[in-house]
């Protein structure tokens, strides 16, 4: 079959694989950069916020140098109270929770209800057909987990299942109706699923609007509208190759459709698969991805990233920045690191008479972007591009920036775009390497670049058409 980029292990091989399979494991720290784990290859992660805690279960890939296949045989879970430092809880589950399954610990996602923590996930049953959904359940988030139901949810002797029953995503709506996507091979596929959490609840059909759906469903709401994103690998706006994908996402004002393709909120990743799951937490939104970019890594041999997600006034998404740092802190709070803004000499090519340039380095903690406790600094009614510098008495060497950026929502708006430079010694010159310059409100956006040693740093901002820009804070940190 065209792009297919598995196959199927022989039972035997992979009963053998399952020797050795133990859920355990202390909570051990992970990272705080993309990716947030590197002590072993994780893949397809499910975000999940239990009060103060975000979860994301994973995939562990256990490839060899050179393997070109898949090889699962354990779910992962790691926390974080900040979505920026983790916590590795090890294997809580995996094919062995399963007595009916035999090789394949492919996606899966978790759904909570009345207490219970339900683990739906994709597994190779142990019978004829191929990809089956299993669900295990647990009394917490980490389990321990045993399988609800002793036998797949879905198979391929489901009527109207998919061509391969992968990639469950499960959704609850507030009116406590629980939602089941799945799908593979282009072939997606929704149910409703009993209060049980472990019945489909009347016949699967195929939703309509998905436009190149490939794998990978993910379903949430939010102000109303139900989103449901995926991976697709059409060269038509999504990847160049169709050996990778890109996540496209859908909208709808029903949560089994009919669905409205709205674009790609997510490019092409470094593995060939492109598997994510969205969440908010503490008031942001977050993009949790994976990547091929730990050391050694490779299209078996996956990681996760997390990365902040953002949505405009009419709802729809914005393409998610895929960073090497991370999403940084949460709302307000600094980027860690040595920020030498505050010994350096702030200037401006405007500064409005009633602001005050000391904004940017009088290490104010903004509660959000219209926050004008502790000085701002605006150049209204200036437009097009203007610029803050740093000047310090001798060269420093720079390597990130961050920016919280002032929105008044009147004349001052978050800008349409940033770009840091340095001097020389003769002139003024791009940093080199410079990460997208985040021009996200409410939040610090942090820029990274190749280090620079200089005596002036300073950023150009380009106002959005028609408005001026401002900050209420800007740091700048050495490596
Ligand atoms: O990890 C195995 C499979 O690769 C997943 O089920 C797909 O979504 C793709 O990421």
């Not at 009963?15 to 720290?29: C, D, R, S």
């Not at 062995?96 to 190779?124: I, L, M």
């Not at 190749?450 to 058409?465: D, F, Q």
Request: a neutral charge; charged letters at 15%; aromatic letters at 12%.
């Amino acid at each position: 079959m065209r792009n297919r980029r598995w196959f199927r292990p022989a039972v035997g091989v992979a009963a053998a694989l399952l020797v050795g399979v133990g859920l355990t494991g202390p909570a051990v720290p992970a990272s705080a950069a993309n990716p947030i784990i590197t002590s072993i290859y994780t893949a397809d992660p499910a975000p999940l916020v239990v009060g103060n805690t975000m979860y994301v279960y994973a995939g562990r890939d256990e490839a060899a140098v050179g393997e070109n296949n898949f090889r699962m045989r354990e779910w992962h879970v790691l926390s974080s109270t900040d979505a920026n430092t983790w916590t590795h809880h090890g294997a809580r589950a995996s094919i062995a929770t399963f007595g009916w399954a035999g090789a394949d610990a492919w996606a899966s996602e978790v759904e909570p209800r009345n207490g219970r923590y339900y683990w739906y996930t994709s597994v190779n049953g142990n019978g004829p057909g191929w990809m089956d959904i299993g669900v295990a359940v647990g009394d917490s988030p980490l389990g321990p987990f045993t399988d609800a139901k002793g036998g797949p949810l879905v198979s391929d002797s489901t009527p109207n299942s998919s061509g391969l029953n992968i990639d469950p995503t499960v959704f609850t709506d507030d009116d406590g109706q629980a939602y089941l996507y799945w799908g593979g091979y282009w072939g997606v596929r929704a149910a409703r699923l009993k209060p049980n959490m472990i019945e489909l609840d009347g016949p699967v059909v195929t939703p309509s609007g998905l436009t190149n759906f490939w794998e990978a469903p993910w379903m949430f709401k939010r102000n109303g509208l139900y989103y449901l994103m995926y991976a697709a690998n059409d060269t038509n706006g999504c990847v160049t190759s169709s050996s990778y994908a890109c996540q496209r996402y859908a909208t709808a004002t029903n949560p089994m459709g009919p669905w409205t393709q709205r674009g790609v909120v997510l490019d092409r990743v470094s593995s060939t698969t492109n598997h994510a799951g969205v969440v908010q937490f503490d008031g942001q939104w977050y993009m949790v991805y994976h990547t091929a970019d730990a050391p050694g890594g490779g299209n078996f041999r996956r990681s996760v990233a997390v990365d902040r997600l953002y949505f405009n006034a009419d709802g729809t998404m914005r393409k998610v920045v895929q960073t090497g740092g991370g999403p940084g802190p949460g709302p307000g709070q600094p980027p860690a690191g040595t920020n030498l803004a505050p010994s350096a000499t702030a200037s401006t090519s405007y500064v409005s008479p009633w602001e005050s340039l000391a904004a940017l380095n009088n290490g104010g903690v903004p509660a959000n972007s219209a926050d004008r406790g502790n000085l701002v600094y605006g150049n209204w009614p200036e437009q097009g591009t203007q610029w803050v510098e740093y000047t310090w008495p001798s060269a420093r060497t720079v390597n990130r920036i961050a920016t919280y950026w002032f929105d008044d929502n009147q004349g001052i708006d978050l800008p349409a775009s940033c770009q840091v430079q340095y001097w020389t010694g003769s002139g003024y010159a791009n940093v080199p390497g410079q990460s997208g310059c985040g021009v996200a409100g409410n939040a610090y956006n942090v820029t990274t670049f190749n280090p620079v040693s200089t005596s002036r740093l300073r950023l150009n901002v380009t106002a959005r058409s028609g408005y001026s820009t401002g900050l209420l804070e800007w740091l700048a940190f050495q490596p």
